[in-house]
Nanobody, 120 residues
């Protein structure tokens, strides 16, 4: 099993920056793709970004493209989300997720989330 724990959320003013971290533990050798999602009250969970096992391939949602950067450090079993030019629509709970080598096309492991608050 893999466990994911997010950190780095908090309060920031519009236009500011924040970096989220997601630390993996357990069977980290089995992790394939890692990604970030976000979900507000009454809304579906929204894809934000994902990064390949090697870190060499990234995909972003159009809403964050050019503002957010996803990266990973496999030696530290950690994935990051650098968020720049934050606006009030970015205010929500962010979740880290991972696929495994056994199920590489399914987000089968999730963190508990970290709150990002953006003030005007």
């Amino acid at each position: 099993q893999v466990q994911l724990v997010e950190s780095g959320g908090g309060l920031v003013q519009a236009g500011g920056s924040l970096r989220l971290s997601c630390a993996a533990s357990g069977r980290t050798f089995s992790i394939d793709v890692m990604g970030w999602f976000r979900q507000g009250p009454g809304r579906d969970r929204e894809f934000v970004a994902r990064v390949s096992r090697s870190g060499g391939s990234t995909v972003y949602a159009d809403s964050v493209k050019g503002r957010f950067t996803i990266s990973r450090d496999n030696a530290k079993n950690t994935v990051y989300l650098q968020m720049n030019s934050l606006n009030t629509e970015d205010k929500t709970v962010y979740y880290c997720a991972a696929t495994t080598l056994a199920a590489p096309n399914s987000w089968n492991t999730w963190g508990q989330g970290t709150q990002v608050t953006v003030s005007p």
